[in-house]
């Protein structure tokens, strides 16, 4: 498995968006149910790390439907994951084709 530096170098050269979810570990039980893969956050033992990969076309979807003025880790979490995730959402991360870096915590 990569690291996450070396994801979000191959997501630059891909062209990718990566998006990094942050989520207490309180709900392992329904990530893992929602089958998404997840790893340990290494500075911060109570939160899981999710990882998506968008197109341009994915993340201009999710990103335009939110209205800039609400939004936050946890209406990103709910649009990316599902309702319920979304309520567990702590920063959301992500990383731009371009090498910028937007956060939301």
């Given at each position: 498995?990569?690291?996450?530096?070396?994801?979000?170098?191959?997501?630059?050269?891909?062209?990718?968006?990566?998006v990094?979810?942050?989520?207490?570990?309180?709900c392992?039980?329904?990530?893992?149910?929602?089958?998404?893969?997840?790893?340990?956050?290494?500075?911060?033992d109570?939160?899981n790390?999710?990882?998506?990969?968008?197109t341009?076309?994915?993340f201009?979807?999710?990103?335009?439907?939110?209205?800039?003025?609400l939004?936050?880790?946890?209406?990103?979490?709910?649009?990316l994951?599902?309702?319920?995730?979304?309520?567990?959402?702590?920063?959301?991360?992500?990383?731009?084709?371009?090498?910028d870096?937007?956060?939301?915590e």
């Amino acid at each position: 498995m990569q690291n996450k530096a070396d994801r979000i170098n191959n997501a630059r050269s891909q062209g990718t968006y990566d998006v990094y979810i942050e989520i207490d570990i309180d709900c392992e039980e329904l990530v893992d149910a929602c089958g998404l893969e997840y790893e340990d956050v290494p500075d911060d033992d109570t939160q899981n790390e999710i990882c998506i990969s968008l197109t341009p076309a994915e993340f201009t979807d999710v990103f335009d439907q939110s209205v800039l003025s609400l939004t936050n880790e946890q209406t990103l979490g709910t649009a990316l994951l599902n309702p319920e995730l979304g309520e567990y959402v702590t920063k959301v991360s992500v990383y731009t084709p371009h090498g910028d870096k937007i956060t939301f915590e």
